[in-house]
């Protein structure tokens, strides 16, 4: 699956979150090759500025697409969110309860829970309520409570699985908008990025970035309305919650 396909392209306006990561960047660099009239990245150091700590700084992002798509005359069709945050210096991903940490499971809840949520209560409202639009959370296979088999990185998959909670919640809000809407929690496999490369010597498969943002433009493509509020992998399957 290569390229960004043309039944997520739009005459439509394009916004991916996280524009300064691994993924988030592939995802932007594919979709400029698309064929979206406008493609806009925001990040904590790109010129549209998000720092979920700081909610105005959201706020802001919101009121500054909106205003592009005014100017432009142009809806916002795609948001897709690819943030994320696994291990640095509040902490590292726990093996144990014995690794327990408040300081850490408040960062990683902060970034991986409580950014987007807040990204929902501000974006959300700026996709059109006729026809289809998309938005896209990347969230984590180990998020999936049905899945998890191996238990360990409690922060990280709590984290996670509350997100793909909001995601869930949040297609039903839109769907009342907008019957035609899709809003899914998304797991990408192993990106080869910075949240994974401590972890890619213990066997884990490693995809290139660009590869991962083929893959995922491709499933956002293809998705219909029936299949809001899942998990969908970047194979197209539907992972249990």
């Not at 010129?47 to 592009?68: G, H, M, N, T």
């Not at 408040?106 to 059109?128: C, E, Q, S, Y």
């Amino acid at each position: 699956m290569t390229g960004t396909p043309a039944a997520i392209a739009s005459a439509g306006l394009a916004a991916v979150i996280g524009a300064g990561g691994g993924l988030g960047a592939a995802l932007l660099a594919r979709l400029q090759q698309g064929s979206y009239a406008r493609v806009l990245g925001l990040g904590r150091h790109a010129e549209l500025r998000i720092d979920y700590l700081d909610e105005s700084s959201i706020a802001a992002a919101a009121q500054a697409v909106a205003a592009v798509c005014r100017q432009a005359s142009l809806e916002l069709r795609l948001l897709v969110v690819a943030t994320g945050f696994l291990h640095g210096e509040p902490g590292q991903p726990e093996r144990s309860w014995a690794n327990l940490d408040a300081a850490y499971l408040t960062h990683v809840f902060a970034i991986n829970t409580l950014g987007p949520a807040l990204v929902m209560k501000h974006f959300l409202p700026l996709l059109p309520r006729q026809g289809r639009c998309v938005a896209g959370f990347v969230s984590a296979r180990v998020g999936s409570i049905g899945d998890n088999a191996l238990g360990g990185w409690y922060g990280y998959r709590a984290s996670k699985a509350a997100l793909n909670q909001l995601v869930k919640t949040a297609s039903i809000e839109l769907t009342r908008r907008n019957r035609q809407s899709i809003c899914v929690a998304l797991h990408p496999g192993t990106v080869d990025t910075a949240l994974s490369q401590p972890f890619a010597k213990t066997g884990l498969k490693v995809r290139p970035a660009q590869d991962a943002a083929d893959d995922l433009l491709a499933v956002l493509g293809g998705l219909v309305p029936a299949d809001t509020g899942c998990l969908v992998d970047y194979r197209n399957q539907k992972l249990p919650f």
